[in-house]
């Protein structure tokens, strides 16, 4: 399955997650920290949804209240 989410309060514009059987295939950040991102999405691939979730759901950049990971985390949460 193929999810665009729309992320709030950060630099990047857009997530693209591809997932299959509960498992990560693929994450793409459009905007925000390109190497950071391209790593989340390396380090995330074959990974387990509610594993990724449970890492990465509450990490903070910054003062924000959120980041480029916790919104990954809020992205999966609605692809299920």
């Known amino acids: 399955m193929?999810?665009?989410y729309t992320p709030k309060g950060v630099c990047s514009r857009l997530i693209t997650i591809e997932t299959q059987d509960g498992k990560i295939l693929n994450v793409e950040f459009t905007g925000g920290c390109n190497g950071n991102?391209?790593?989340i999405g390396a380090l995330v691939k074959g990974m387990e949804v509610s594993e990724a979730i449970s890492r990465l759901e509450n990490i903070r950049c910054g003062m924000k209240n959120t980041s480029c990971?916790?919104?990954?985390a809020q992205a999966l949460k609605e692809a299920l």
Do not use: A
């Open 2 to 4: 193929k999810y665009n």
């Open 37 to 39: 991102l391209k790593g």
């Open 69 to 72: 990971p916790d919104q990954l």
